[in-house]
């Protein structure tokens, strides 16, 4: 289905004065029509009596010809049907008249996702809607926001992880988000969802060995904590690539949400403050290594004092206690002879 676009028809307001006026004549010509039958010519009296047909049947149906006006604001399209052809779409700001027959189409009118555009005020509040149909009826093309429900997915690794995402949205195609999908706004929640979880399944949740991320067979530290960038970006592509044929375009795919599942939240924190524990010990022994490096070639520089390797021995050991341990050393004081 191929968008056309509907122009030439913003006279909506001369429109609208020229009903008005004709109302206006109606009900001159019926008060007219009305004294002509009181008179007793008869060819006066026919003449009124055509008269009140032609003025009272214009009060009565002349109001479907303000059906054909349409009101748009900027940023929204309208898209047509005549006795169920697609006639075209109306798109951009104005005040429109068009057939009064024609009828607008949108199958998305009221459907409610956790979206912007999507809030109608929970039923409180009263609203006054002009032209009700053209209302519910109108296609925003403004950068929508899909907030979608957090998932629990696994990764890679098997480890099941609670992800969500916000995608800015916008229609480009009025056609085919009408007639081509039955709703344009649920196609697009499902294929988020779809493609969310087929791009996670790639990624662990943090840099793990032996992991391929990229599909050219090399080993990388690609992960959802560290890569969010790359992820949202692949993510963003596999949902354009699925809702293109509904007219949508994605302008930006972002990771809102992002966390271990509540099963293994605690036992996955307990790896990280281990992991952590044993890249500060690694730290920490490497220091102590130096310094103990350091003070035996100070000593043997001043030639402070004479240290056999059994002495040496002890004295490396002392400092490592001393330089690894966990609370402060005790100060133990020699008085006697070192030997």
């Known amino acids: 289905m191929e968008e056309k676009i509907v122009k030439g028809h913003k006279n909506g307001l001369a429109v609208l004065l020229l009903i008005l006026a004709l109302y206006v004549a109606a009900v001159v010509g019926t008060i007219l029509g009305a004294a002509m039958t009181e008179g007793g010519d008869v060819p006066v009296v026919y003449g009124g009596v055509a008269l009140l047909v032609i003025c009272i049947g214009w009060l009565a149906l002349g109001w479907i ?23 075209g779409t109306l798109k951009g700001e104005g005040f429109y008249y068009v057939n009064p027959f024609c009828s607008g189409v949108n199958p998305a009118a009221k459907t409610r996702l956790n979206q912007s555009g999507d809030v109608d005020g929970g039923g409180k509040g009263v609203s006054l809607k002009v032209d009700a149909e053209t209302v519910g009826k109108r296609i925003s093309l403004k ?34 988000a009408v007639f081509d999908v039955d709703n344009y706004k649920e196609y697009l929640s499902l294929q988020c969802d779809s493609a969310l979880r087929n791009i996670v399944r790639i990624y662990p949740y943090d840099v793990a060995p032996n992991v391929d991320t990229t599909g050219d067979g090399v080993a990388d530290e690609g992960s959802l904590r560290g890569s969010s960038e790359v992820v949202a970006g692949r993510i963003k592509e596999e949902i354009q690539s699925k809702v293109a044929q509904a007219g949508l375009e ?17 036992v996955m924190l307990q790896r990280q403050q281990a992991s952590a524990i044993i890249d500060a010990r690694k730290m920490i022994v490497d220091g102590a290594v130096g310094m103990v490096e350091m003070a035996l070639e100070r000593l043997n520089e001043k030639q402070v004092v004479e240290l056999d390797e059994e002495r040496k021995a002890a004295m490396v050991s002392n400092l490592l206690v001393v330089l690894c341990g966990n609370r ?11 030997y």
């Open 65 to 87: 010809f303000l059906c054909g006006l349409k009101v748009l604001k900027p940023q929204e399209a309208l898209v047509l049907t005549l006795f169920g052809k697609y006639i």
């Open 143 to 176: 950068i929508m926001t899909l907030n979608n429900n957090r998932q629990k997915i696994n990764d890679c690794l098997g480890n099941p992880v609670e992800i969500g995402i916000a995608v800015m949205w916008r229609v480009v195609d009025t056609a085919k």
């Open 328 to 338: 402060d050393a005790q100060p133990v004081v020699n008085s006697g002879s070192l």
């Open 250 to 266: 994605i302008v930006e795919a972002r990771i809102t949400y992002l966390a271990y599942a509540p099963e293994i939240a605690a």
